[in-house]
């Protein structure tokens, strides 16, 4: 059953957005870039879905499990795109990343 939305979903709102300077491992970006144009989208656009559903925890696992802003779609083609341009690592190798000297 699909679930009825509220008229505040409905009604678009003002934001002000600014220009960031960030700086992401090469593989990882050619990945979002490709799932951007997957999910027919900016750039811009599938970095705010991503923060934005890392800020709501999944009930009961608050603190361990975050919502998903990918279908199961999506996340076949992130599996591709990472086989695409060599992203061979899970979702806590960040912690391990260094700058190249």
């Known amino acids: 059953m699909a679930e009825a939305k509220t008229p505040e979903a409905e009604t678009p709102f003002t934001v002000e957005r600014v220009q960031v300077g ?13 799932l951007a144009e997957f999910k027919n989208m900016s750039l811009a656009e599938l970095m705010e879905e991503i923060v934005l ?21 999506s996340l076949q083609a992130i599996t591709d795109l990472k ?19």
């Open 83 to 101: 086989k695409v341009y060599g992203m061979d690592y899970d979702t806590h190798s960040s912690y391990r990343f260094r700058e190249k000297a």
């Open 53 to 73: 559903h890392s800020f709501e925890p999944v009930p009961g696992q608050e603190g361990q499990m975050t919502a998903s802003a990918h279908s199961t779609k």
């Open 22 to 34: 960030v700086r992401m491992e090469k593989r990882m970006v050619q990945v979002l870039k490709g």
